[in-house]
């Protein structure tokens, strides 16, 4: 099993849809779990960190089940802006208890088109 | 605020010469440091992380070295590029026990 799977996609959507991004992570000892956004030729950004009573940020829900080991991100109303790769990313524990050795989903490929 | 630099944007080089990607944070003092690899169509691979002035670890076996000078300076060299060295080279930093790292806007290098 892959250290951090996700669908595997592109998405294509239509502006106004809502979509959904599914992770799962294979190490049960993760400590802490991000969703990153990577526009096309461009960096890596933190969109937003996971908790395990879910948040929200804006139309952005992201949600963590520890017992499945799955992580999701919702986008409501999605916009044109909103077209990028969607990177799950999970810290394993280490030693150190620190936020070393992130380990990067490949990505998915949302493209919302008007 | 913090902000991250790194240079060059791009770059070419011909197989065999060497490489200086330098990487500096501003705002912060005694980041966690890092250089990742993306190459094309793959995922963000982990090659070197730093937690203070001369400490390096390395994640993968290559012909790639890192350095940290200075506190908020990180530098990632190679004395012969490979072709297989060309990708899109990221520095990240993080606070030493915070939620998550912030990229730099990163080098693209062409090994010909």
């Known amino acids: 099993r892959k250290e951090v799977e996700q669908d595997p996609g592109p998405f294509n959507v239509p502006e106004g849809a809502t979509v959904a991004f599914n992770c799962t992570y294979s190490?049960?000892?993760?400590?802490?779990f991000f969703w990153y956004r990577q526009d096309c030729r461009k960096e890596p950004k933190l969109l937003m960190s996971?908790?395990?009573s879910g948040n929200e940020d804006g139309r952005f829900t992201a949600q963590l089940n520890r017992a499945s080991q799955y992580i999701s991100l919702l986008i409501r109303d999605s916009k044109l802006s909103d077209s990028a790769t969607y990177l799950c990313?999970?810290?394993?524990?280490?030693?150190?208890?620190?936020?070393?050795?992130?380990?990067f989903g490949k990505g998915t490929l949302l493209t919302v088109n008007p | 605020s913090q902000t991250i630099h790194q240079w060059p944007a791009t770059l070419v080089q011909p197989v065999g010469s060497p490489l200086s990607l330098e990487c500096t944070v501003e705002?912060?003092?005694?980041?966690?440091l890092y250089w990742y690899r993306q190459a094309a169509g793959r995922g963000l691979q982990l090659l070197f992380y730093s937690v203070g002035i001369g400490q390096i670890s390395s994640e993968v076996p290559q012909n790639l070295s890192a350095s940290r000078p200075q506190d908020r300076q990180f530098i990632l060299s190679s004395k012969k590029l490979l072709l297989s060295d060309s990708g899109f080279y990221l520095c990240?930093?993080?606070?030493?026990?915070?939620?998550?790292?912030?990229f730099g806007p990163g080098t693209r290098l062409t090994v010909t």
């Open positions: 990240a930093w993080s606070r030493a026990g915070g939620p998550g790292q912030y």
């Open positions: 190490n049960s000892a993760s400590q802490s």
């Open positions: 990313v999970v810290n394993p524990k280490d030693s150190g208890g620190s936020n070393y050795k992130l380990t």
């Open positions: 705002g912060t003092s005694n980041p966690n």
């Open positions: 996971v908790y395990s």
